[in-house]
Every structure is written in structure tokens, then in C-alpha cells.
């Protein structure tokens, strides 16, 4: 009988930190830092307008990007495809890249615009009245309840 014996993979003194730590909510805050495919955005409010920015440099914003909104999520994805092989070193990501952000309540669609400059798109968002304050609901108390019937 002979053994054959599997090669092994080698063990790391440190496994991936993006796989170690995947499911942990603290790892979402710190998930654009490990996900290579991952867009890098900024978000604020100012003027009435809600606005979004990505960062796609090396793609061509008229045939590589796409942006959509549906059910009140803008969806922005983008399209990096390499142009030569390279017998070099990259650190280049290529491939699809995506990002979802919920819009603010209220905000007319039709009216979105976007622009690109300097590998950066702009997405603004007209948001009627600003920025939508919070609504409180009264909780009603039913007939019969324990704590109806202590109050009188």
C-alpha cells in the first residue's frame, strides 16, 4: 500500500481580514478598505439638493457607467475593463464596481442630473423642502389594555 500525501497550502501566521471579519457590523465601516470593487463615495446635503459622489476614474462615463433609480435606491455601477495585457505589476482594479444609496424621501426622479470630471460623477438630487424632518406618531392606548385601565 503506498501513501501519498496532499500538498498543503500554506498556513498564514494572519488569514484575510476581510474574510476573518466579513459578517461583524464594525467591518461594514471599514469595508470600501479591503472590497477592491468597491466605488468610494461622499454624500451631503446642501442647497436643497441631495448629492453623490464616486470615484471611477478610467472609464469612459457615456459607455461604463450606468445609474438608475428604483423604489427610492440610486443604484450607481461602473465598468473598468484592462485595454492591454501587462507582463508588469498592477494594483489596478478592473472589472464591475457598484454602490446603492437610499435616496431621501420625497425626491423627484425626473429630475436627477450627472456629471463627470476628473474620474469623479456628481450625481445631485433636487430635494423638495431640504432635507425631510422626522415624523413622530402618537401610539393610541386600546380599549382593555392593562395600562388603560391603571391611568383611571
Known amino acids: 500500500m503506498t501513501t501519498v500525501f496532499a500538498p498543503r497550502q500554506p498556513r498564514l501566521m494572519m488569514p484575510d481580514l476581510a474574510e476573518r471579519f466579513a459578517g461583524s457590523p464594525l467591518f461594514a465601516t471599514f469595508r470600501p478598505l479591503f472590497d477592491r470593487n468597491h466605488m468610494r463615495l461622499e454624500e451631503e446635503m446642501t442647497n436643497g439638493h441631495y448629492e453623490v459622489r464616486v470615484e471611477v476614474p478610467g472609464v469612459d462615463p457615456a459607455k461604463d457607467v450606468d445609474i438608475t433609480v428604483q423604489d427610492g435606491v440610486l443604484a450607481i455601477k461602473a465598468v473598468r ?15 464591475v464596481f457598484a454602490r446603492t444609496v437610499t435616496l431621501p424621501a420625497g425626491v423627484n426622479v425626473d429630475e436627477i442630473h450627472a456629471t463627470y470630471e476628473n474620474g469623479i460623477v ?31
Open 122 to 152: 456628481t450625481i445631485s438630487v433636487p430635494v423638495p423642502n431640504g432635507a425631510p424632518s422626522p415624523h413622530r406618531v402618537e401610539v393610541e392606548v386600546a380599549e382593555g389594555s392593562h395600562e388603560a385601565e391603571s391611568e383611571e
Open 81 to 95: 475593463s484592462r485595454n492591454a495585457q501587462s507582463n508588469g505589476r498592477s494594483e489596478f482594479s478592473y472589472g
